[in-house]
């Protein structure tokens, strides 16, 4: 059985630890490299070249997303799984868009993340049947533009629409606008309804100290 060579990236040490020492309790899997950081998942990506990266999405400054988008963008045939505890259906769709190929949740049994890491070095998607048809049921919804994910995160810390104008340089009737078109496509009424549908669907994320929670 040919090996395969892992790059394992989450931020938090426990949860890394823990599933290196899964993947070394298995014949055919390696960890070749580790990362606690979407910046050093990145640097280790270019290093080490793994055959499957397992990569974790709420991570501090550079996101897993964005760590995603820039190693297919080194490599586009790069193979990413996403491991994460987070099972909203934005953030399923956002990491495949990214061109992850498999999603498996933290507390999966260890079982299931190898086979998942197997289909893919396979070359196979790699997603539950239940995450697949929630992704299809995702991609008929209308699609919440960059700017409009940029304004919820500014109306998540508490800011008025004039203080989100002058944070990204733009008036506060364009702000309304942006805000009406998410109102428009979340079905809502309000700017709290519209922060808490986007909460629930995983399109921004509640912030602590050190970045997202």
Known sequence: MANIRILCVDDHYLIRE???????????????AEGSTGEEAVEQFLRHRPDVTLMDLQMPRMSGLQAIMKIREASPGARVIVLTMN?????????MRAGAVGYVMK??????????IREAHAGRHAIPPALDARLAARAAQPTVTAREIQ????VATGMRNKEIGGKL????????VHLKSIFLKFNVHDRTAALT?????????????????
């Open 151 to 154: 304004i919820l995160e500014l």
């Open 169 to 176: 340089s733009i008036s506060d009737e364009t702000v309304r």
């Open 18 to 32: 823990g599933i290196i020492r899964i993947l070394a309790l298995h014949e055919g899997v390696s960890v070749v």
């Open 107 to 116: 507390d999966s049994v260890p079982e299931d993340l190898i086979h998942v």
């Open 197 to 213: 549908e986007a909460l629930s669907r995983g399109i921004v994320h509640l912030r602590g100290k050190d970045g997202p929670m």
């Open 87 to 95: 099972d909203l259906d934005e953030s399923i769709h956002r990491a």
